[in-house]
């Protein structure tokens, strides 16, 4: 019955969220409940983590029905690394969101969605059906409108609707897919799929799934071209609830893709070369889009979508050391762009802007918390031997060796844009000379918050950064961890196996 404990995640999850709502208007409380839950919710999922480590894949069928027919909960490898990654943002971000989101947005509600969003999150990672990952979308689409329009200002419900419209033809896209599967295989069971589809003599028609699927995980992921909803929407609400979007959101539609894709949909030449070139759009697109953006939170926006298009870039490649480095820049991406939305939140603190045009003075103003920011922004680049620096020699190196030449081109301009990118920004924001900005009447800046509040914004920062620091100069255990992964999923048969046998 141990193998029970790899839904004790998601069941504490679904716990927290119930439990605050019933200290709807206890606000301290709340703040208490959510703080001291996603402590418990990390230390679960690390000892899920360590199971898992030790005993391999592990499944619970939900109600005793068995697979292929029931729902099934699977937790290979990285399903839990990212349980565990999420457990981790969500702590940060409570912290976070207990000294900069308003009472106001509290009030509604910010507290129980965010856990039901995390809930939504770790559901997906550690389901093995098909359609319960929709359902799993469903929630964390749900909870993420309500979150991303909490406070009701102009700019949230219009970032809201370019969100909410993109995100819900995906999933239409999504459902389509999934029913164009049923009706080839007559299953949804993910580890069923990989023997039945790879059996489908009609390939035309399973290369149209796995086009759908990817344009339904793509734009989840936005990858180009549906991906203008993200710099539209991200910026929009408060710092906290952009911070786990961004480390987040987007990856759950990169994991989509990496299981769909290394477990069903597995060795075709044809999505191989889609999936190449779909990454060399993405960067160029994001990394173009960054260059020309004023709004630091615009920045890091159109940085996420830049980034995204290594991971796709990898998984296109679809060796076990190309997969290696798609996995190490994802545990490496999920901590940094969490932490940088927190970044501009604490910017924004400061000064009551985010126009890079507008700030300046930072390091001589804030000469300690200018260098913590200086960790997320570096281990961003991938400064040796900061964290983003260890992928890249896997991605690059496994190009050179699949001879896929405009692929390695893409990312040397991404680590070179990114470099100019983040030079820029320190230069504007940190370096030149502070310009005098009106002081808004009713805006509690930084230097006003009391000492508990300015830890709660400072805090999670530092323990993102320290984390992004052992990412960095811990890489072998990283590597060693990511490797494992690779392992798994191009050799499925253990998944498979444990998914399927019943005894």
């Known amino acids: 019955m141990m193998q029970h404990l790899i839904i004790y995640p998601l069941l504490f999850q679904l716990f927290l969220s119930i439990v605050l709502m019933f200290f709807w208007n206890k606000i301290n409380a709340q703040k208490i409940i959510s703080i001291g ?42 399903a839990v690394t990212l349980v565990l990654l999420t457990a981790l943002s969500g702590l940060a971000v409570s912290v976070f969101s207990a000294g900069s ?104 028609l399973v290369e149209v799934a796995a086009i759908l699927f990817l344009v339904g995980f793509g734009t989840k992921a936005s990858i180009f071209p549906l991906y203008f909803w993200l710099p539209a929407s991200y ?35 044809f999505l191989g070369e889609i999936l190449m070139v779909l990454a060399i759009l993405t960067i160029f697109s994001g990394g173009v889009g960054a260059l ?13 979508i830049c980034h995204i298009g290594y991971m796709i870039a990898g998984l296109g490649m679809f060796t076990e050391v190309a997969i290696t480095g798609v996995i190490f820049y994802l545990i490496h991406d999920i901590m940094v762009k969490t932490n940088l939305f927190m970044v501009s939140g604490i910017i924004f603190k400061i000064k009551s802007s985010n126009s890079m045009r507008a700030l300046g003075g930072f390091y001589a103003n804030y000469p300690k918390l200018s260098l913590l920011i200086f960790i997320p922004l570096f281990s961003l680049v991938g400064i040796p031997p900061l964290s983003g ?24 301009f991404a680590s070179f844009i990114t470099l100019v990118i983040i030079a820029k920004l320190w230069a504007e924001v940190f370096w030149k000379d502070a310009k005098e900005i009106p002081e808004k009447p009713k805006f509690e800046y930084f230097s006003d918050l ?7 914004f400072i805090v999670p920062i530092v323990f993102l950064s320290l984390i992004s620091l052992y990412i960095g100069f811990g890489a072998e255990h990283i590597q060693i961890l990511s490797a494992r992964i690779a392992n798994e999923l191009m050799n499925s048969q253990q998944y498979i196996d444990t998914v399927l046998n019943n005894s």
């Open 450 to 456: 009391n000492k508990t509040k300015k830890t709660q």
């Open 389 to 412: 620096f260890w992928p890249k020699i896997s991605l690059i190196g496994e190009g050179f060796k699949t001879e896929s030449y405009w692929t390695v081109a893409a990312i040397v």
């Open 101 to 204: 989101v308003i009472k106001d947005r509290l009030r509604f509600g910010y507290y129980p969605i965010f856990h039901f969003l995390l809930l939504g999150l770790t559901g997906a990672f550690l389901t093995g059906d098909l359609f319960n990952l929709y359902v799993w979308f469903e929630i964390i689409i749900i909870s993420s409108f309500v979150l991303i329009t909490i406070g009701g200002e102009k700019a949230q419900l219009e970032g809201a609707v370019k969100y909410f419209t993109l995100n819900i033809l995906a999933s239409i896209i999504f459902l389509t897919a999934i029913a164009v599967l049923y009706g080839l295989t007559g299953s949804l069971n993910m580890a069923d799929l990989a023997g039945k589809v790879a059996a489908v003599e009609n390939r035309g």
């Open 235 to 269: 910026h929009t609400p408060p710092a906290a609830v952009s911070a786990i979007f961004g480390g987040l959101l987007t990856k759950v539609g990169v994991y989509a893709l990496i299981r769909v894709f290394t477990l069903i949909f597995v060795g075709d030449v």
């Open 37 to 78: 839950g996603s402590i418990i919710a990390v230390a679960l999922s690390a000892y899920v983590f360590y199971f898992v480590w030790e005993n391999g894949t592990q499944k619970v069928n939900a109600g005793d029905w068995d697979a292929p027919y029931g729902i099934v909960f699977v937790a290979d490898t990285l």
């Open 292 to 304: 020309v953006q004023n709004n630091v939170r615009k920045v890091f926006s159109y940085l996420i």
